[in-house]
């Protein structure tokens, strides 16, 4: 079965998730911009989910994690809990 790992940026608008996702490419480290802007309790840990499989996130979130390119940041993925970016650290099919 399938295993990925990610970290993310939860924030509540799509604009913030942009801007993020800007920052992140001209040269700010994720993990950092996660532990001072994401809402989601992982941002203690820069954003970073651990390891998980399909089915185990909102399946918005599981499409990206489990089809997209690994090590790009991804999004903004809207979900029922807000914007995400998504950076795909690992996978194994």
């Not at 700010?28 to 989910?49: D, I, N, R, T, W």
């Not at 990206?64 to 099919?93: C, M, N, W």
């Amino acid at each position: 079965m399938s295993k990925a790992k990610a970290r993310h940026i939860l924030v509540s608008d799509q604009q913030a998730a942009e801007d993020l996702k800007s920052q992140i490419e001209a040269g700010a480290e994720f993990g950092s911009v996660a532990k001072e802007h994401s809402q989601c309790p992982s941002s203690a840990q820069g954003g970073a989910l651990g390891e998980f499989g399909p089915g185990q996130m909102v399946p918005e979130f599981d499409t990206v994690v489990f089809s997209a390119e690994v090590g790009k940041v991804h999004g903004p993925v809207q979900t029922q809990f807000g914007y995400h970016l998504i950076e795909i650290t690992s996978r194994t099919d």
